[in-house]
């Protein structure tokens, strides 16, 4: 991991990542613009995540709800938008909708129901994508292909929640062609739920892709991209801190 990403300028970084986004979407045949960079933080200083703010990064990433809430908070008043995109806790719904305009990880009923009941407290709405387990790894957070269709079902009944799509964390592995099925995996469920889902077109959006993959994830039609490392640096901590499941890097999709 630590020689994977260059040491550059938060902000050159930054622009390296936004070229090979274009590049990318220009490659398969899609205008420039059509991917939105979540640009992920977690363990990165406040004062690291001002240098890619002035750069003109508008949207933020975080995945754990503590560090989210601090780190907004450090960074008040800065014109930038929280997305969350880690496992939630139902308990934790309260501090998470305190900076996240957000949520990708939107993984179970009980935790639309939690969000529901705080969202018309606060008398607003929130942006959610339904977070899909397209690796079929039972420690990934995420519902399972075929549990998809019940869940929009059901999202219906919840006023404040606006689904606009789907996330998906691919395996962990270096074999490309497991890591695309992830992504064309979640590609087709989005497929069929803009066809067949009661909420129909506003499920358009694919989050999918990291730093060490999304170019294949926008070749596979990404529409956001979460990346983090590629721009400040290999983290200090192993990526089985952040998610379950993350050290079984070689079985199949
Ligand atoms: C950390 C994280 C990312 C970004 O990973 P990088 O390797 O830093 O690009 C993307 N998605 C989720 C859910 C994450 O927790």
Excluded at 35 to 62: C, H, M, N, P, W
Aim: charged share 30%.
């Amino acid at each position: 991991m630590t020689d994977r990403y260059q040491h550059g300028s938060v902000a050159a970084n930054l622009e390296t990542v936004r070229k090979r986004i274009r590049d990318a979407a220009l490659r398969s045949g899609r205008a420039a613009d059509t991917v939105r960079l979540v640009l992920v933080t977690k363990t990165v200083a406040a004062e690291r995540v001002r240098e890619a703010i002035a750069a003109g990064q508008e949207i933020l990433g975080e995945n754990k709800v503590q560090e989210g809430r601090r780190k907004a908070e450090a960074l008040a008043g800065e014109p930038v938008r929280w997305s969350m995109i880690g496992h939630l806790q139902s308990n934790k719904v309260k501090d998470v909708l305190r900076f996240a305009d957000e949520v990708q990880s939107l993984d179970r009923l009980s935790l639309a129901t939690a969000l529901e009941k705080r969202l018309q407290h606060l008398g607003r709405g929130l942006d959610v994508l339904v977070q899909v387990n397209t690796s079929n790894e039972a420690s990934k957070y995420g519902l399972a292909e075929g549990e998809v269709a019940q869940f929009l079902r059901e999202l219906t009944a919840f006023d404040s929640l606006r689904p606009r799509g789907f996330m998906t964390l691919a395996r962990f592995t270096a074999d490309t062609d497991e890591v695309r099925r992830c992504f064309r995996l979640l590609r087709s469920i989005r497929d069929r739920a803009l066809q067949e889902a009661p909420q129909g077109d506003a499920l358009a959006e694919l989050s999918m892709g990291m730093s060490g993959d999304f170019e294949t994830a926008i070749e596979e039609g990404a529409t956001v991209v979460r990346v983090g490392q590629a721009v400040f640096g290999a983290r200090p901590l192993p990526d089985s801190y952040y998610w379950p499941g993350a050290v079984k890097k070689e079985a199949a999709c």
